[in-house]
DNA sequence: TGGATATAATTGATATATCAAATAATTACC
DNA sequence: GGTAATTATTTGATATATCAATTATATCCA
């Protein structure tokens, strides 16, 4: 019944001591930016007509979440929002200057980041990983 | 640099399938109450002298959040709280009857999830994923 | 065409996350 | 014993999570 013997319970620690750990790096850099809002300027810039419905499914949050996110984005100068020329109930976002400098800033970090909560883990063991996760998952679903 | 490609992209959809799933579950035999208002339950269960800082550590949450959540608990009958009568600065926290009854009524739910989360994967295999969170863990502290 | 349906995003309410600062009680140490 | 340092919790501010309800636009289809 112990949850702390759960393998939920490691999943959690290890998804939240990552960012942690990333968020630390990230504000040693450039502080007054969260992961999140660099996943969704990183997601933006791969794909950049992505609607909001498609950043929320995305990075598993609410559109709630998602709209709220966007408009402390635009607030801060890193993203820019007008209607969506096509169908007028989405929104055209993009990047401005300033959040591609803070990408651009910020990309080595993100890298060396992932690479280094890897650090000592052998390929085929993260495909063992990715595997066994997706059973999870699709159990969940 | 796509973020879906990386397996915290994985372990992050991995956590957040299981704990709806087991939301939606737990809702369905009792609503208002959360997965981690049980956890909290839980744990102090198990171990009725934790303190509100050990339950913070354990559950990887800020001392405010915990303060929240504890209030809320007592708001909500689950809970009794009074001053620690050998250190004042602590509270010594109770599981009411209530939530007792809330505990031994879901516990067989709490169970079934893991269990249902976890069908078709090996022993061997969860030793495995273990392992490696583990070393991610490590990298991140 | 026009009315029902569906979709994209917002808003409101409440709870939780996070950080910094403040309280209050305990412990350490000279 | 009295002051400094430490510990447990709270409070405040801001951001995010979640659910339900709402708005506005687009699509479907008889």
Excluded: W
């Excluded at 992961?35 to 810039?45: K, R, T």
């Excluded at 929320?56 to 607030?75: G, N, P, Q, W």
């Amino acid at each position: 019944m112990d949850p702390q013997q759960t393998v939920f319970y490691r999943i959690e620690k290890a998804i939240k001591s990552y960012r942690q750990f990333a968020q630390q790096q990230i504000a040693a850099v450039q502080s007054g930016i969260t992961v999140d809002q660099l996943l969704i300027l990183g997601l933006l810039d791969a794909e950049p007509d992505l609607a909001q419905k498609d950043l929320a499914k995305m990075l598993f949050k609410d559109h709630a979440s998602i709209t709220r996110m966007i408009e402390l984005l635009v607030k801060r100068g890193h993203l820019l929002r007008s209607v969506h020329p096509e169908d007028r109930r989405k929104f055209k976002l993009a990047i401005s200057t300033q959040g591609q400098q803070t990408l651009a800033q910020l990309k080595p970090t993100i890298l060396r980041n992932r690479a280094h909560a890897l650090q000592g883990i052998a390929p085929a063991e993260l495909q063992q990983l990715t595997h066994i996760l997706n059973k999870i998952i699709n159990n969940c679903d």
